[in-house]
């Protein structure tokens, strides 16, 4: 199996920064797209920005110029750099990845994952 766990959420004020990071481990033979979502009560998850493997990115318009996707194939690791924060932008944020799992009678999957989420409040 594998486990996706976020980290880097927090309170901050309108106009700062928050940098998120999300951990893929377990049984990996490789990781495929990882994506950052956000939901807040009674709304639907919506796409944030993903990145492939290749380092291609998209980036939902909403966040446009303010948020960054990058990340680190050698630590199975993806960050979402969060600047210029708004009140708007307060969500429960996810990490999503696309994962080759080798399952125990080793054989190769394709599953998708979701992190438990991390809570990023943005004050006015």
């Known amino acids: 199996h594998v486990q996706l766990v976020e980290s880097g959420g927090g309170l901050v004020q309108a106009g700062g920064s928050l940098r998120l990071s999300c951990v893929a481990s377990?049984?990996?033979?490789?990781?495929?797209?990882m994506a950052w979502y956000r939901q807040t009560p009674g709304k639907q998850r919506e796409l944030v920005a993903n990145?492939?493997?290749?380092?291609?990115?998209n980036v939902a318009d909403s966040v446009k110029g303010r948020f960054a996707i990058s990340r680190d194939n050698a630590k199975n690791t993806a960050y979402l750099q969060m600047n210029t924060l708004k009140p708007e932008d307060t969500a429960v944020y996810y990490c999503?990845?696309?994962?080759?799992?080798?399952?125990?009678?080793?054989?190769?999957?394709?599953?998708?994952?979701w992190g438990q989420g991390t809570q990023v409040t943005v004050s006015s």
């Open positions: 990145i492939t493997s290749g380092g291609n990115t």
């Open positions: 999503h990845a696309n994962i080759l799992e080798i399952s125990p009678s080793a054989r190769i999957n394709d599953i998708d994952y």
């Open positions: 377990g049984s990996i033979f490789a990781v495929n797209v």
